[in-house]
Structure formats: C-alpha cells, structure tokens
C-alpha cells in the first residue's frame, strides 16, 4: 500500500485508499479525494491537486464536481477569483443536474456577479423575474 506522508494516523487508511482508488478511474474515489484535498481533512490542504483532480472530473461532465470548482472561483480559493468563470461553472453544473448550482445561480443574479444585474439575468436563472430587479418591494 501506499504511504501517506503528514496524514494523522486516523486517516490514514482511508486517505491512503481513497487516493489508490483515485489514480484509477472511479470518479466517485477522485471527487472525494478532491474534497479531502480542498479542505485539508485528513490531509495537509493541497488546492493545486484539488483543481487537477476536480477539473478532470469537470471536463467528464461531472456535476459537483463543476458546482465545487465554481465555488472556488466564486471564492478565489487557490485561483483568482472570477465570477464570470464560477457563474459558467454553476450553469454547466446546474445543466448536468446538480441542484445546488441553482440556488448560486439565482444568487449570483440577484447580486449582479459575474453577469448583467437586472431582470433579463434573473429570469434566466430562475425561470422568472426576483423582486430585486422587478422593482419590487418585499
């Protein structure tokens, strides 16, 4: 097996497992080592890995793992922070079917991030008009 370096015992295996497994093709094994990675559980936090792990799975078309990019983007966690590439990342995930993408799809319409701040954007994001760009008081 492979060692792990600067992973707490506790982790070990399972880190260790998860990045045997990764090298392969389960993509389930690769987000999750992505994961791990981004958020350094387990172990030391490794961004640069991450984006490679996650970007490949994105080019695959998988859905977290485009919504997670983009909230790296969104964030500028380990990248410049780019709200046009986050909000494309979250319509790409949005359209593979990750829910989640649209809830930060609509937010970032409303807040004008990334995109053109008014009623046209919000309609695309949410299927029709918000108050904020309706003129709405609520």
């Not at 997670?68 to 966690?77: K, N, S, Y």
């Not at 809830?103 to 990334?114: A, S, V």
Request: aromatic share 6%.
């Amino acid at each position: 097996t492979k060692c792990v370096v600067g992973v707490p015992a506790r982790f070990a295996g399972r880190v260790g497992a998860a990045d045997l497994t990764a090298q392969g093709t389960l993509r389930s094994a690769q987000y999750s080592l992505g994961m791990l990675l981004t958020e350094g559980v387990g172990v030391p936090p490794d961004i640069r890995r991450a984006l490679e792990l996650l970007g490949g799975l994105a080019r695959l078309g998988h859905g977290m793992s485009m919504y997670q990019l983009g909230g790296l983007f969104l964030e500028g966690r380990g990248v410049k922070r780019d709200y046009a590439r986050a909000l494309q990342l979250f319509k790409l995930a949005a359209s593979a079917g990750t829910p989640h993408a649209l809830l930060n799809l609509g937010q970032m319409y409303r807040d004008g991030l990334g995109t053109w701040r008014g009623r046209a954007g919000c309609r695309g994001a949410r299927g029709r008009g918000c108050d904020a760009c309706s003129g709405r008081r609520g």
